[in-house]
């Protein structure tokens, strides 16, 4: 048990808040001892009933089956790439984007009456960390074709369009408008350094709840990355999220690992 838990620590600390509030939401679904309805985000109980907490599960409800096995496994991939690599050391400006990426893709979701966020919340991540990974970078697609990274967002997406038809695929298409937005506003300028890249700075409150020594930490934990490793699930079929207009298969969310 000891060594887990030191395998655990060596999980940047946003990374590890992430996938951990994902398994805390969608297990106890999975077992039952909560409605997935208690999950999703509904504006009236929000206003009327004070359910707050719902801003918060509707990020990380993230369904049943193979398919939420491999979206925590890309969201785990792709929050650990960005936070050892772009945001090494500074993960308290890492959470304050996230923040700030989150309230965006709740403000653009709304017209559509999305109920959960996960979905487009990873894709915000896989654009961002796509189109930072070094170039020449490629996604292997089921082991059968390889694309630039660059493209591998864009290729989800049209998916989801294929697959589940247009309300998801609009989910989907806020996620990268916002991943866009977040790559232009922090390092789409000159050197890397776009016109928002100063208001990427965490707050003095935020940055207070990450005061922990980071001497000798190296990029990937230490760990060299895996180059050239991909995973892609098979799809499967799911039922429709409460409030979702769509039912089908939904497909895995391939991604490199490591960059």
């Known amino acids: 048990m000891p060594d887990i838990?030191?395998?655990?620590?060596?999980?940047?600390?946003?990374?590890?808040?992430?996938?951990?509030?994902?398994?805390?939401?969608?297990?106890?679904?999975?077992?039952?001892?909560?409605?997935?309805?208690?999950?999703?985000?509904?504006?009236?109980?929000?206003?009327?009933?004070?359910?707050?907490?719902?801003?918060?599960?509707?990020?990380?409800?993230?369904?049943?089956?193979?398919?939420?096995?491999?979206?925590?496994?890309?969201?785990?991939?792709n929050s650990n790439t960005l936070e050892d690599t772009h945001y090494i050391a500074r993960s308290a400006d890492y959470a304050w984007q996230l923040l700030v990426a989150a309230s965006g893709i709740l403000a653009l979701t709304y017209p559509l009456e999305s109920v959960v966020n996960a979905h487009p919340l990873l894709i915000a991540l896989t654009y961002l960390s796509s189109v930072l990974a070094p170039p020449g970078t490629t996604s292997?697609?089921?082991?059968?074709?390889?694309?630039?990274?660059?493209?591998?967002?864009?290729?989800?997406?049209?998916?989801?369009?294929?697959?589940?038809?247009?309300?998801?695929?609009?989910?989907?298409?806020?996620?990268?408008?916002?991943?866009?937005?977040?790559?232009?506003?922090?390092?789409?300028?000159?050197g890397g350094r776009g016109p928002l890249h100063a208001s990427g700075r965490a707050p003095g409150w935020l940055q207070?709840?990450?005061?922990?020594?980071?001497?000798g930490r190296q990029p990937f934990g230490g760990r060299q990355p895996l180059a050239g490793v991909h995973i892609s699930a098979p799809r499967e079929r799911t039922a429709a999220t409460p409030g979702s207009a769509t039912t089908g298969h939904r497909w895995g969310k391939g991604r490199t690992l490591g960059s």
């Open 5 to 77: 838990i030191a395998e655990l620590q060596k999980i940047p600390p946003v990374t590890r808040f992430l996938c951990a509030s994902s398994l805390a939401v969608t297990v106890p679904t999975l077992l039952g001892v909560i409605s997935p309805y208690k999950m999703i985000i509904i504006w009236q109980s929000i206003a009327k009933k004070g359910e707050i907490w719902r801003i918060f599960t509707n990020f990380f409800y993230g369904g049943s089956g193979l398919k939420y096995l491999f979206d925590i496994i890309m969201l785990y991939i």
């Open 140 to 190: 292997s697609i089921f082991g059968l074709i390889t694309i630039p990274i660059v493209y591998y967002p864009y290729l989800l997406v049209f998916m989801d369009l294929l697959v589940e038809g247009p309300h998801t695929a609009a989910t989907g298409v806020v996620g990268l408008i916002v991943g866009y937005a977040w790559h232009w506003a922090i390092y789409g300028g000159e």
């Open 208 to 215: 207070g709840l990450f005061e922990r020594p980071f001497a």
